[in-house]
């Protein structure tokens, strides 16, 4: 018998399968939007996963700007950011922000949701939030995925 078949494949940078998809952010809860989003960065839908490695999908989102949130999370939910100088706590309600730039709701969404380490700010680098319909990633053809059919 041979006992090297059993061996488990780890994968590497030279032997992953990256792809770009494309996601409809359109009529989307942002959390369960961004928690299948960080599935696609991460690569926890393939069979060859590998945790240390970047082994996930170039992820485009579209439609930003068209994401719901619910209860009242539009005015209780808040961002926080510090200055660095005493006293210097600053927040923003999800309207505000949203109103400022809705793509950053969601790229900080799913930033939440990745390991906070050098893999997650190199998976990070693979997420594109556009707001509106058209985007500059024509070229690399990604396909369309329905979120409703990833894990």
């Not at 409809?24 to 928690?35: C, I, K, P, V």
């Not at 719901?68 to 808040?78: I, M, R």
């Not at 926080?80 to 923003?92: A, E």
């Amino acid at each position: 018998m041979d006992t090297l078949s059993y061996k488990t494949i780890s994968a590497n940078k030279a032997t992953v399968n990256k792809e770009w998809v494309l996601v409809d952010a359109e009529n989307q809860t942002l959390g369960r939007l961004a928690s299948k989003v960080a599935i696609l960065l991460r690569g926890k839908h393939k069979p060859n996963f590998t945790p240390h490695v970047d082994c996930g999908d170039n992820v485009i989102v579209i439609n930003a700007e068209k994401i719901n949130l619910s209860g009242n999370k539009w005015n209780d939910k808040t961002y926080i950011r510090h200055t660095g100088y005493p006293g210097g706590q600053r927040s923003l309600t999800a309207t505000e922000l949203f109103g400022k730039d809705p793509a950053r709701i969601v790229e900080k969404s799913v930033k939440g949701m990745l390991p906070k380490n050098k893999l997650g700010a190199e998976l990070f680098r693979n997420l594109n939030v556009v707001v509106g319909s058209e985007h500059k990633h024509e070229a690399q053809k990604p396909k369309a995925i329905d979120l409703n059919k990833v894990n």
